[in-house]
């Protein structure tokens, strides 16, 4: 029998699906379903029943390569790897090792990331950083300063014993689909569902109550609910005095807001505010879940806190069923921001500005000098390449031209650059700017560990070979380290694990054994005989004191407001078939024939004001540019405002790259447009 069966893992979202490859002969044939697997119990959305038509692809990249022209000419290894060190050297030479800027991938494993983050340090740069800057960055810095520690506090398939669930801005039936199992069975055991979401979503059916939020206004939610509460005396007492502090703030400036301002801010009738407090507040145990409709704004940290603020005043934390679910995107997001992959963070959450930080890895890598941080984020790298103060870029997996903000900067961006060196399994808008391409082994290709929205830290062995001369990523940063004078001894990435664990606190007692178990171990595991921490926040929170503090924040305007010449108001996000930047979902047959092209949601109030038919081209226009779409007609979203997906190149030629001031995420989820028809 030369058929086998591999445990693997779904290479998309971070709900941490598991799956078995069939490989035959050395290739990957089919996959067969895992109904042991702890949260996906066999279950896979359409993506993930079709990752062997990525995988196998095509397409895939096969050979390094390097810019010639406007084209690419295949090179060897050596070639493409002496010119990346190449283009290193020179750079640091010349202008120092600040003009190095390096993108770690969330959609790699733990021990690719640890590596990169690793390298850049070591040469001298602080300036590297992951796609959680585009989605959780607010949740790392906001739910991080309100309970101590930036991660989901509870398990997923915990949601089956909450009595309500608040999901607000998150799509989780099309962004997670198999959340919505255990949503679906807390349902059925009688649990009350609300959710605030400015659009009609296939999340917004299941819901009891759906408030239909004006975007950019959840504080003024938050805040109506919380004055709900405290006026009812539904507020947790206890809790807040013996877990919390900077309850007083809060009452006091809640003391001059009127449960009509929230209404007449967030275009939710006040009746339904009141329903959904209460529901939120009596009930033994509840979940609130929120995700890109919180942090995607200029206020998204303070989303992500006054989120938190109102789990603490009705004592909903660390329960079973009662806690904060952030819905995390990319398959090992949480990971790569586990070790460091952020400029504000070492591996760990060990704060880069802290000397302590510095002291503590100076010895375990065993070093003289490391930078303190803050490097720059992926966002304000940008702004340093065109302003000439960052000239190298090393992109691994992410795909800023297409997933940025308005691209049209980024673009100018990676253009200003020396060199830009970017790592990919397919030829995506990204990797066509860069000087050289390597390409890279898929995840089924590879050994290592990636950690779910839930803290779950999964490891999946190799289960077939990349294609042509593609190498895995471990082999391929290694390479390069060698080549710029580093010690980067490692032969496999069961031994990149061992140096994990002994440098990550989360991750200290997770054996290379422990988490290829099915299911894995979630963490914090302090031991090798932790069984894994399934609830955070039981007895205290991960602050000093172990208290969390509430936090009182304001609302603040969107980064732009509608005006005659950009009368209506742009949104954008996901559709479950495609996937981010689309480099593979695009790719699949099955799934882009059921949504091949770009359109956008609009009332049909607008419709008939603008003179667009169903089915009608249409040009959407922002301060930034333009972009063409298939109008859809639809009553999904309301009068004055239009939902684009992004998963086809054009949406983010539009959006606006207004940043939260703190985490410096941008606010895909507001711009204002106009729209024609095309003529
Ligand atoms: N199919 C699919 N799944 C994915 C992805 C994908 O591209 N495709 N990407 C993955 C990634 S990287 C991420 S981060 C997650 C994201 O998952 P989600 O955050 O669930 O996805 P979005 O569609 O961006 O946004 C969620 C909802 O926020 C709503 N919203 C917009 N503005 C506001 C507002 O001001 N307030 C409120 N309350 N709601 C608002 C939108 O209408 C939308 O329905 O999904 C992951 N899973
Ligand atoms: N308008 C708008 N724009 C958005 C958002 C939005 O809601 N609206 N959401 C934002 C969010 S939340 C996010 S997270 C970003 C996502 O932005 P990106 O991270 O840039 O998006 P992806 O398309 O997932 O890019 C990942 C790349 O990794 C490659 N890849 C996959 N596996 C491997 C591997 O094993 N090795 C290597 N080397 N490469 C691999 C894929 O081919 C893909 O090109 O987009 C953001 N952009
Ligand atoms: S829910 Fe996420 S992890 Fe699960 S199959 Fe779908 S894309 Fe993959
Ligand atoms: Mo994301």
């Not at 691994?396 to 673009?411: L, M, Q, Y």
């Not at 066509?432 to 999946?460: F, H, N």
């Not at 989360?506 to 031991?527: A, V």
């Not at 779409?629 to 998963?647: N, Q």
């Amino acid at each position: 029998m030369s058929t086998k069966l591999i445990p693997s893992l779904c290479p998309y979202c971070a709900v941490g699906c598991g799956l078995y490859l069939v490989v035959d002969k050395g290739k990957a044939t089919g996959i067969e379903y895992m109904t042991e697997h702890p949260t996906s119990e066999g279950a896979l959305c359409p993506k993930g029943n079709a990752v062997l038509e990525i995988l196998n692809h095509e397409e895939r990249l096969k050979y390094p390569m390097k810019k010639v022209g406007d084209g690419f000419v295949r090179i060897s290894w050596e070639e493409a790897l002496d010119m990346v060190a190449q283009g290193m050297t020179r750079n640091i030479r010349k202008h120092g090792p600040g003009t190095l800027g390096f993108l770690a991938s969330s959609r790699c494993n733990n021990e690719e990331n640890y590596l990169l983050e690793k390298m850049a340090r070591l040469l001298g740069s602080p300036h590297v950083d992951n796609c959680a800057r585009l989605c959780h960055s607010p949740t790392v810095v906001g739910l991080g300063a309100v309970f101590g520690t930036g991660a989901m506090t509870n398990n997923l398939a915990d949601l089956e014993n909450s009595k309500c669930i608040f999901a607000i801005g998150t799509n989780f039936t099309e962004a997670h689909p198999i959340v919505t199992r255990w949503v679906q069975k807390a349902k059925d055991n009688g649990a009350v569902v609300i959710v605030a979401d400015p659009r009609i979503t296939s999340t917004s059916w299941m819901a009891d109550i759906h408030l239909r939020i004006k975007p950019g206004s959840d504080i003024d939610l938050l805040w109506g609910m919380m004055k709900v509460i405290v006026e009812a005396g539904l507020a947790d007492w206890e809790f807040i005095g013996s877990r919390t502090v900077g309850v007083d703030e809060l009452l006091h400036s809640l003391k001059d807001y009127t449960l009509e301002e929230a209404a007449g801010k967030t275009g939710v009738p006040a009746g339904d505010i009141i329903r959904a407090a209460k529901a939120y507040a009596i009930s033994p145990a509840s979940a609130l879940l929120y995700s890109m409709g919180i942090t995607q704004h200029v206020c998204g940290t303070d989303n992500v806190k006054s989120c938190a603020t109102l789990a603490l005043l009705c004592g909903h934390v660390g329960r079973p069923g009662a806690g904060v679910w952030p819905m995390r995107g990319q398959n090992n997001v949480q990971g790569n921001c586990d070790m460091g992959g952020m400029p504000e963070f070492y591996p760990g959450y060990k704060k880069s500005t802290d000397l302590e930080t510095i002291e503590y890895f100076k010895k375990g890598w065993n070093v003289s000098n490391l930078p303190m941080g803050p490097g720059l984020t992926s966002t304000e790298m940008n702004d340093a390449a065109l302003k000439g103060d960052l000239l190298f870029m090393y992109i691994i997996g992410e795909d800023p031209v297409v997933c940025d903000a308005n691209v049209k900067k980024t673009r100018q961006a990676l253009e200003s650059l020396d060199f830009l060196v970017v790592q990919e399994i397919f030829m995506t808008p990204t990797a066509r700017m860069a000087d050289v391409v390597l390409p890279a082994a898929a995840w089924a290709e590879k050994d290592g560990s990636y950690t779910s929205m839930d803290r779950r830290v999964q490891w999946i062995d190799k289960a077939v070979d990349a294609p042509g001369e593609a190498k895995e990523g471990m082999w391929i940063i290694c390479q390069i380290a060698k080549r710029m004078g580093l010690d980067f001894p490692y032969e496999s990435a069961a031994q990149v694990l061992k140096e994990i664990v002994r440098l990550v606190p989360q991750y200290k007692g997770m054996t290379l054994e422990r988490i290829s178990r099915m299911g894995g171990l979630r963490w914090p595991c302090p031991d090798e005989k932790h069984p894994g921490t399934d609830i955070l926040h039981t007895q205290r929170f991960s602050t000093p004191d172990g208290k969390a503090r509430m936090a009182t924040v304001k609302n603040r305007p969107p980064g732009e407001d509608v005006s005659p010449e950009y009368p209506i108001l742009l949104t954008t996000g996901r559709i479950v078939l495609h996937y981010n930047g689309g480099s593979m979902t695009l790719r699949s047959e099955s799934l882009n024939e059921r949504e091949p092209e770009l359109y956008v949601e609009i009332n049909p109030m607008d419709a008939l004001n603008l003179n667009v038919g169903q089915g009608a081209i249409v040009v959407v226009t922002t301060r930034r540019g333009m972009a063409e779409a298939k109008a859809r007609i639809t009553e999904k979203v309301k009068p004055g405002m239009v939902f684009m997906p992004f998963h086809y190149h054009g949406t983010n030629i539009i959006t606006s790259d207004a940043l939260d001031p703190v985490a410096k995420i941008p606010e895909y989820k507001i711009a204002a447009c106009r729209i024609e028809a095309k003529v």
